[in-house]
């Protein structure tokens, strides 16, 4: 079984650039979910999407920050303009069923380091 | 604000030893999870714990979920160079609607 895949692995970008995330979760997932993962911090939720709604972005910076899942599949997370504290690891993860036993299948995520 | 503490932040120690770390909140969870980070990689789920009380075993990893579903720990027997890695815990937290929390995790480091 094909895992999330994510791109790109790496990423450089000067301050107020702008730059975007790929994610492709499993095969059947309704549940995307993107994380921010600063360094010696565990991830913290971005944005949660239930096949192609929208489930909770409280934490998401909603003036710089934008995700979109068209079809319901892949998703994107776009940062524009970036700032230096967004130098972080992006990781994208999939689940089948969002109850209590929910199983989160992560990439390997995207180290984004703003310069 | 962090609402699940997780202790030590880091633990060095020789191939053989057994080791336990903590995850402590002040919320009720209504699940725990414990996930292992290798550098350059994404969270693996490790064990989902739900019941008060419950003890789960995984070859040589022990979890515990507290009685009162506030606290968990993961005991280690006889560790290994290959368990090193980040040890993240995660509950979803009934007051958060049910939105799943990671602590900052331990770094595990087993010396060969």
């Known amino acids: 079984e094909a895992g999330v895949a994510q791109s790109p692995r790496y990423k450089i970008i000067e301050k107020r650039q702008s730059v975007a995330f790929w994610c492709n979760p499993i095969?059947?997932?309704?549940?995307l979910y993107w994380y921010q993962q600063i360094l010696g911090q565990g991830p913290k939720l971005l944005i949660q999407?239930?096949?192609?709604?929208?489930?909770?972005d409280s934490q998401l910076p909603k003036d710089r920050f934008s995700a979109e899942r068209l079809k319901g599949v892949d998703s994107t997370l776009k940062i524009q303009p970036a700032k230096l504290e967004d130098s972080a690891v992006y990781l994208c993860?999939?689940?089948?069923?969002?109850?209590?036993?929910?199983?989160?299948?992560f990439g390997s995520g995207t180290q984004l380091s703003v310069l | 604000t962090q609402l699940l503490e997780q202790s030590p932040q880091f633990l060095s120690i020789q191939e053989g030893e057994n080791l336990t770390v903590y995850c402590n909140s002040s919320?009720?969870?209504?699940?725990l999870q414990w996930y292992r980070q290798e550098p350059g990689e994404g969270p693996v789920l490790l064990v989902t714990?739900?019941?008060?009380?419950e003890v789960k075993k995984l070859k040589r990893l022990t979890f515990q979920f507290g009685d009162a579903r506030k606290d968990s720990s993961l005991h280690i027997t006889a560790a290994q160079p290959g368990d090193t890695g980040l040890y993240l815990c995660?509950?979803?937290?009934?007051?958060?609607?049910?939105?799943?929390?990671f602590g900052a995790g331990t770094i595990l480091r087993v010396k060969s």
């Open positions: 993860a999939s689940s089948l069923d969002p109850g209590l036993n929910e199983k989160l299948f």
């Open positions: 095969s059947g997932h309704a549940t």
């Open positions: 999407f239930q096949n192609n709604g929208v489930v909770d």
């Open positions: 919320s009720v969870f209504s699940s």
């Open positions: 714990v739900v019941t008060g009380g």
């Open positions: 995660a509950g979803k937290d009934m007051e958060y609607g049910n939105k799943l929390v």
